[in-house]
């Protein structure tokens, strides 16, 4: 079974730092790994992402706070969330694109939330 599997989340002040997880259980040739948002009543918005050659961006409005990074294996991606505000309070999904027979696809996580007070 297909799966991505998300941990890290939580409250935490103004200031604060987290580190969310998201390890992929049968998901092999992945071109990339990313994580994406979805703050209270908004639409879901890329956060960051890493392709399977280490490229990585980041939105205007997290960059030089978070870090996405993987594991030795690429089976885990990370999102070093640093100087955290109460704006980036959301959902925070992981999403995999992946190659399987010569066809492309894509499996979200099921979300974790993190909640950031002033």
């Known amino acids: 079974q297909v799966q991505l599997v998300e941990s890290g989340g939580g409250l935490v002040q103004a200031g604060g730092s987290l580190r969310l997880s998201c390890a992929r259980r049968n998901i092999f040739s992945i071109n990339a790994m990313g994580w994406y948002r979805q703050p209270p009543g908004k639409q879901r918005e890329s956060v960051a992402r890493i392709t399977s050659g280490g490229r990585t961006n980041y939105a205007d409005s997290v960059k030089g706070r978070f870090t996405i990074s993987t594991d030795n294996t690429k089976s885990t991606v990370y999102l070093q969330m640093n100087s955290l505000k109460p704006e980036d309070t959301a959902v925070y999904y992981c999403?995999?694109?992946?190659?399987?027979?010569?066809?492309?696809?894509?499996?979200w996580g099921q979300g974790t939330q993190v909640t950031v007070s002033s």
């Open positions: 999403k995999a694109d992946y190659t399987r027979d010569y066809k492309l696809y894509q499996n």
